[in-house]
């Protein structure tokens, strides 16, 4: 069974950093795109970050581009997202996300080209 879980949400004031992690379980995601999303009250799910199997090619939503970054671990499947100079309307659950297709070229930016996902952390920045 595949597990994905996320860590490293919380509370903290505009300006601060934060680092989500997701450990993925139950298979390997090592040949796979991984992402990020979130999703506000009120609002869509979004795309947050995505990275490539490889790890060489990373992509951002222009409202985080230049504050946040993804990184991944590939041997031991984990992907993280470090954010910084975080702002009020970061504040969202943040969900990591795995496609199931080795090496198939997705953009990484829309949820329907994941398959797995966790269950979210919740992240809240105050101003």
């Known amino acids: 069974q595949v597990r994905m879980v996320e860590s490293g949400g919380g509370l903290v004031q505009a300006g601060d950093s934060l680092r989500l992690s997701c450990a993925a379980s139950?298979?390997?995601?090592?040949?796979?795109?991984m992402g990020w999303f979130r999703h506000a009250p009120g609002k869509e799910r979004e795309f947050v970050a995505s990275?490539?199997?490889?790890?060489?090619?990373?992509d951002y939503a222009d409202s985080v581009k230049g504050r946040f970054i993804i990184s991944r671990v590939r041997d031991m499947n984990t992907v993280d997202l470090q954010m910084n100079s975080l702002k009020p309307e970061d504040t969202a659950v943040y969900y990591c996300a795995a496609d199931a297709y080795a090496l198939r070229p997705v953009t990484g930016r829309t949820s329907r080209e994941y398959d797995y996902w966790g269950q979210g952390t919740q992240v809240t920045v105050s101003s």
């Open positions: 139950g298979r390997a995601f090592s040949s796979n795109t």
């Open positions: 990275i490539s199997w490889s790890g060489g090619r990373t």
